[in-house]
């Protein structure tokens, strides 16, 4: 759970994203932090509900879709290997 209070200060604060200033690394963070909820099986609908009021929430809430299409692993390294390459998908789409 200790992710997921961590997601939670994630949603609270800004990320680095507007129409133009798209901060790449923030973002493969904030991908990073999503999946690794995920991984955890948290409920969707309890993230949902936290982005609803956020600046950026339809971004946020694109990339739960995207998160929750993926499985919850049950190891360790399947769990590790879904968070590096959704941080890695969010991160090459916006270096691109």
């Keep these: 759970m200790k992710k ?3 997601l939670i200060l994630l949603l609270n604060s800004s990320w680095a994203i507007a129409e133009n200033n798209v901060d790449c690394d923030d ?4 991908a990073k932090l999503i999946m690794e909820v995920r991984q955890q099986d948290v409920p969707m609908a309890e993230i949902w509900a ?3 009021d956020k600046s950026n929430y339809k ?3 694109s990339m739960l879709i995207r998160a929750y299409e993926e499985p919850a692993y049950q190891t360790k390294q399947h769990q590790q290997r879904a968070i590096t390459e959704f941080a890695n998908l969010y991160f ?3 270096v691109n």
Aim: one cysteine or more; hydrophobic letters at 55%.
């Design 27 to 30: 973002l493969a963070k904030g």
């Design 92 to 94: 090459m789409a916006c």
């Design 4 to 6: 997921f209070a961590i």
């Design 59 to 61: 971004l946020i809430q």
């Design 50 to 52: 936290k982005s609803k």
